[in-house]
């Protein structure tokens, strides 16, 4: 069983910038692809990045393409997101995830991921 825990949420100001943690416990994820999905009052839960299963590729959802990157600073169980120029859009509980087989096609799919955090709430006010 994989357990992961996110921190670094918080309430910030358009245009500021926030930095996610996540980290895994229960097994090492090397092979897993590990990333970021958020979910907004009233809406879907939406792909925010994710790295590829041999950590070798970066993926990013195109709202955040270019304001957030994604990294892996301590290892294989950790991942980190950091979040610039931040928009009221981006408002939401972020969630960390990991999958074990996620084919670079359903890398942006809920459905690809076996395990979810409980998730960390972002706001972002104007």
């Known amino acids: 069983q994989v357990q992961l825990v996110e921190s670094g949420g918080g309430s910030v100001q358009v245009g500021e910038s926030l930095r996610l943690s996540c980290a895994a416990s229960?097994?090492?994820?090397?092979?897993?692809?590990m990333g970021w999905f958020r979910q907004a009052p009233g809406k879907e839960r939406e792909f925010v990045a994710a790295?590829?299963?041999?950590?070798?590729?970066?993926y990013y959802g195109d709202s955040v393409q270019g304001r957030f990157t994604i990294s892996r600073p301590n290892g294989k169980n950790t991942v980190d997101l950091q979040m610039n120029n931040l928009r009221s859009e981006d408002t939401g509980v972020y969630y960390c995830?990991?999958?074990?087989?996620?084919?670079?096609?359903?890398?942006?799919?809920?459905?690809?991921?076996?395990?979810w955090g409980q998730g960390t709430q972002v706001t972002v006010s104007s």
């Open positions: 995830v990991a999958g074990r087989g996620v084919i670079t096609s359903a890398i942006r799919s809920r459905d690809a991921y076996d395990w």
């Open positions: 229960g097994r090492t994820l090397s092979g897993y692809a």
């Open positions: 790295f590829s299963r041999t950590g070798g590729y970066t």
